[in-house]
């Protein structure tokens, strides 16, 4: 599973290539796409925590996802992303979304 993780962390930074370099969404979409790699690691990899600490983390996933998923809208937007791609890539984040499952209301 973590291969598949790196995998989609890599498609989206490819399509970040056509973004313009001095634009800054294009560094902040690199950095969600890598917290959201590294989180999908740690509670697949990880064993042992309390559900509450993978909770936790299933929520910032969640979020995270949503705003790397606006960023990209908003270089499609722009005509710096095929829409093509984007549907790829939301496509498989949605799925990454679903296989984390229904998350706790946390409080």
Known sequence: MENNFIKLTNAVYKVLEFFPEVDPLKN???????IIMDNLVLINETSGWASFQKEKIKVQILEDIEML????????SQNWLNS?????????????????GPVLELT
Do not use: M, P, S, T
């Open 69 to 76: 998923l606006g960023y990209l809208w908003i270089g499609k």
């Open 84 to 100: 093509v791609n984007y549907l790829i890539i939301a496509n498989e984040y949605e799925k990454i979304k679903q296989q984390l």
């Open 28 to 34: 902040r979409a690199k950095d969600k796409a890598l």
